[in-house]
């Protein structure tokens, strides 16, 4: 699948007939592979998908303000909206936000945790402090996300500095694709970190997408 540009929805990538009474995604673009997928899957035709920049992670602050212009500018359109993120960063302001606004949200802290399952994540908390965790989409873009923002590609000797009390990289599969784990194993390399592959498919983002397609 190639890559899609933010604010891509599903009728523009040709999975969706174009006509009022659906249902809006708003997502993260560091999801927007994973939604396209479960849904086209599914075979979901009644599901538009609005992609914000995936950089705003780097933002946090910004990620509610975000999400409330998109709800606010799209809510005469759609019957329902979804918010396809975590908390992500926001100390639970995006999550307020939505309750005032009356749309839904996924569960967790953050990705890491959705995509391998609440549930699941947490019973590690404890043991996993020091990983270092990459999904599929944080593989592809490494060097842009990781590399590039934290300096490392100009001054490598901050490595020790930001991951000093690091002890392993935590690959999260969403596919099974021997080129993003042969990228994710370099770039536990690059860290100076113990490699660990994990599958966790697309864990409660996929769960969250079939509750909200029967609904």
Request: include cysteine.
């Amino acid at each position: 699948m190639t890559n899609l540009p933010d604010d891509t929805t599903l009728t523009e990538a040709g999975l969706a007939p174009d006509h009022k009474g659906r249902i809006l995604l708003i997502a993260c673009g560091a999801l927007a592979h994973e939604v396209l997928a479960v849904v086209k899957a599914n075979g979901w035709t009644h599901m538009d998908l609005q992609c914000l920049p995936a950089k705003l992670h780097l933002y946090p602050d910004k990620i509610t303000d975000e999400v409330a212009r998109v709800v606010a500018e799209s809510r005469a359109a759609y019957q329902s909206m979804f918010v396809l993120y975590a908390d992500c960063g926001t100390g639970g302001q995006l999550q307020e936000k939505c309750k005032k606004l009356g749309v839904e949200m996924l569960e967790g802290p953050h990705c890491y945790s959705f995509f391998e399952g609440n549930a699941q994540f947490a019973t590690h908390l404890d043991t996993e402090f020091t990983a270092f965790y990459l999904t599929d989409f944080l593989v592809r873009q490494f060097d842009a996300f990781v590399w590039k923002p934290m300096g490392l590609d100009r001054h490598p000797q901050l490595r020790d500095m930001y991951f000093g009390n690091y002890t392993k990289l935590v690959y999260q599969a969403q596919t099974d694709d021997p080129t993003l784990d042969a990228k994710a194993e370099d770039c536990a390399r690059r860290l100076g970190l113990e490699y660990e592959r994990r599958f966790t498919g697309y864990g409660d983002l996929a769960t969250a997408l079939e509750q909200v397609a029967r609904a």
